[in-house]
């Protein structure tokens, strides 16, 4: 496998580095990623190992670009909103280097077909945003014997590593054996990232990967790597195999993929129920506001900041940081509806008012978010 005249134009600055050269440009060309998800991990990644010009480059993403996703997820453009994520990636990618063969997933990565997905390919990487999916990708690369190149972002701060057991590192589970409990732990959507953070901790990914390919200096695998933007501080932590780990340990007891939103005690997908016990639609909040006799009173436990970007009329604010210190200004006998961004919130609010003795209350489900796509659209998204 000879590189064409073109190629070597394409790569002149990796081919004159000594640590790539002719050589680490063939392995770079003859090397298969797979990257999971296409968002503002998978962006940077997935478009600098298309410019290093990687071979094969495989992209599952099951969603659709959205509106809110374009502060930070470059690989996709204005004019993409609407489309498949994993199209999306291709035609960026191929725009950058047509010479990569993409793979288009458009699907959701499951403990039935990860193996199947994984399998074909030499490395994978980590640019999913929630919890059962990194626990899936971290076992599913354990038993294939694939390093997992691992970022996670949230708010201001993002950690990288490699694991790679099979090398002689740690897995994910070696770090976090356990998820932490649903609802402690906010998404991006709910706590907000900082636009620029996917382009540098998938950028450190990227870079892993082909530090691995070449197998050139001294790589993650061990370590885990720690960023702050806002003190623009770097920090590391020695890794090491758990040797009771269940899935990578000296006595394993996890022998196939499972049931990881169970795992992770999310129910999610058509099995969810409509309506748990403790929530109302937002359809009940406008006939509570639109009837005052009734006497329910509607609390927004979001942060200030949140309440000005946007609003409903007549529900007053306690922000939820507030309401251990502001909950006796409430009636623990009056009816109570909850409101958050997207009903996580307002489900911890509940559970702490019902601990002081409050009796009725409810989380309105969907938050302010429903409240927008179903009963007011001149309330803005976020
Ligand atoms: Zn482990």
Not at 122 to 129: A, F
Not at 201 to 206: K, L, N, P, V, Y
Not at 374 to 382: H, L
């Amino acid at each position: 496998m000879e590189l064409s005249n073109d190629e070597i134009r394409r790569y002149s600055r990796h081919l004159i580095l000594p640590e790539v050269g002719l050589a680490g440009q063939k392995k770079i060309r003859s090397t298969s990623v797979l990257c999971i998800g296409a968002g503002g991990l998978g962006s940077p990644i997935a478009m600098y190992l298309a410019a290093a010009g990687i071979g094969k480059l495989g992209i599952v993403d099951f969603d659709t670009v959205d509106f809110s996703n374009l502060q930070r997820q470059i690989l996709h453009t204005d004019a993409d909103v609407g489309r498949p994520k994993a199209q999306s990636a291709k035609e960026t990618i191929n725009g950058i280097n047509p010479g990569v063969e993409v793979i288009v997933l458009n699907t959701r990565i499951t403990s039935e077909n990860a193996l199947d997905i994984i399998r074909p390919y030499d490395i994978v990487v980590d640019g999913t945003d929630n919890f059962p999916t990194r626990y899936l990708t971290n076992d599913a690369c354990v038993l294939l014997k694939k390093p997992n190149v691992y970022g996670s972002i949230f708010r201001f701060d993002g950690q990288a590593s490699v694991f790679a057991p099979h090398l002689g590192g740690p897995c994910y589970r070696c770090l976090y054996p356990e998820p932490p409990p649903p609802g402690t732990v906010p998404s991006c959507a709910e706590g907000g990232v900082l636009g620029v953070l996917p382009g540098i901790i998938g950028t450190i990914q990227a870079t892993e990967i082909l530090k691995l390919v070449l197998g050139r200096g001294s790589s993650l695998i061990g370590r885990l790597l720690l960023f702050n933007a806002l003190d623009m501080k770097f920090r590391e932590l020695k890794l090491r195999r758990d040797p009771e780990c269940p899935i990578c340990g000296d006595h394993p007891t996890i022998k196939e993929l499972i049931d990881y939103e169970q795992f992770c005690g999310i129910a999610l997908g058509p099995a969810r129920p409509a309506l748990a016990p403790d929530e109302v639609t937002v359809q009940e909040v406008k006939r509570a506001l639109d009837n005052p006799s009734l006497g329910i009173k509607v609390v927004d436990v979001r942060e200030p900041d949140e309440y000005e970007i946007a609003h409903v009329e007549g529900v007053s604010l306690i922000p939820l940081g507030e309401l251990a210190n502001r909950f006796t200004e409430l009636d623990p006998n009056q009816q109570l509806y909850i409101l958050c961004k997207g009903g996580v919130r307002s489900l911890k609010a509940l559970n702490f008012l019902r601990q002081q003795g409050f009796k009725y209350l409810k989380s309105v489900k969907g938050g302010i978010t429903a409240w927008s796509e179903e009963i007011d659209s001149k309330v803005p998204r976020y």
